[in-house]
């Protein structure tokens, strides 16, 4: 049986992922395929490297830091989150908690991180190889937020959030090979996204980047469609859906610290449902 992962990203809601791979880690859970979105895809590398609360420490410790994420970033240099400080200077070898790259790349799960093409507003999917040690520039890629922050280049493509164009790639998964999959989301499991939150931000992007200006018009009709199509996939038990009671009063760029705490240890709880699932059938949450 051929196993998958998916995490959804979510800014400060996806320590709920973090909380959710930290209880795998504690069970020795693995998969053969994993995907990253956004934070989903820092969250992924960490557990690919096999550092347990790496991620924890991340979004209840540094992420209080001005480097990491403030306006004093936004007005310094345009860029709200510090993608360069959480996923370079942290990150880095030399840096505060590195990430364990040689046990990330003898990993032998897939490792597929979903960014935004700006230029097309078509998802791109890079992979592993894309990685090199104190090179991650494609999870910054992944987790790059439209309109707080300036795109990543890569190769002179400019790349955003991967949430925009693949949110959920649930259908990506299965095309790949996988029998069954875990999917982690950040919002509770009756969350319909309002496309109206998306119009202003859209209209900001298109006068640089239409296309991916576009895209975002349209990523409310992609996003609720994909979870549709997960809860289907879950009723035939081919699919785990793993979301959170409550977002704690957290959203993509603000936080709390109570509130990081509890969703980080709801994910942990909702962790204990996947190797019912895997071993057999389980309802989805």
């Known amino acids: 049986m051929v196993t998958g992962i998916i995490d959804v990203g979510?800014?400060?809601?996806?320590?709920?992922g973090a909380g959710v791979l930290d209880g795998l880690l504690s069970s020795e859970i693995t998969f053969d395929h994993c995907y990253g979105i956004s934070a989903g895809s820092g969250n992924l590398s960490s557990f690919l490297a096999g550092q347990y609360k790496r991620n924890y420490r991340f979004y209840v410790e540094y992420a209080f830091r001005h480097r990491y994420a403030s306006m004093r970033n936004m007005f310094k240099n345009r860029n709200f989150v510090g993608?360069?400080?959480?996923?370079?200077?942290?990150?880095?070898?030399?840096?505060?908690?590195?990430?364990?790259?040689?046990?990330?790349?003898?990993?032998?799960?897939?490792?597929?991180?979903?960014?935004?093409?700006?230029?097309?507003?078509?998802?791109?999917?890079?992979?592993?190889?894309?990685?090199?040690?104190?090179?991650y520039s494609i999870i910054m890629a992944s987790s790059c937020v439209p309109v707080a922050n300036q795109p990543v280049m890569i190769d002179g493509v400019p790349y955003y959030d991967g949430g925009i164009t693949d949110p959920v790639p649930v259908e990506r998964a299965?095309?790949?090979?996988?029998?069954?999959?875990?999917?982690?989301t950040t919002h509770p499991i009756d969350f319909v996204r309002d496309p109206r939150k998306d119009i202003a931000p859209a209209q900001v992007l298109k006068q640089t980047y239409p296309a991916i200006g576009?895209?975002?018009?349209?990523?409310?009709?992609?996003?609720?469609?994909?979870i549709e199509l997960a809860r289907q996939f879950a009723n035939e038990g081919k699919l785990l859906i793993?979301?959170?009671?409550?977002?704690?009063?957290?959203?993509t760029l603000s936080k709390t610290r109570q509130g990081l705490i509890n969703m980080y240890n709801d994910?942990?709880?909702?962790?204990?449902?996947?190797?019912?699932?895997?071993e057999g059938d389980v309802d989805d949450e």
């Open 267 to 278: 994910g942990v709880e909702k962790a204990r449902l996947v190797q019912e699932f895997l």
């Open 83 to 135: 993608l360069d400080y959480a996923y370079g200077t942290l990150s880095n070898s030399d840096g505060e908690y590195p990430l364990n790259y040689p046990a990330l790349v003898n990993n032998p799960a897939r490792f597929t991180v979903i960014a935004s093409d700006a230029t097309t507003g078509c998802a791109h999917y890079f992979s592993k190889e894309d990685l090199s040690q104190d090179d």
């Open 10 to 16: 979510g800014g400060y809601r996806d320590i709920f």
């Open 214 to 226: 576009q895209a975002l018009l349209h990523r409310a009709e992609v996003y609720n469609a994909q």
């Open 174 to 184: 299965f095309a790949d090979g996988c029998d069954k999959v875990v999917l982690i």
């Open 242 to 251: 793993l979301a959170p009671d409550d977002t704690y009063g957290l959203n």
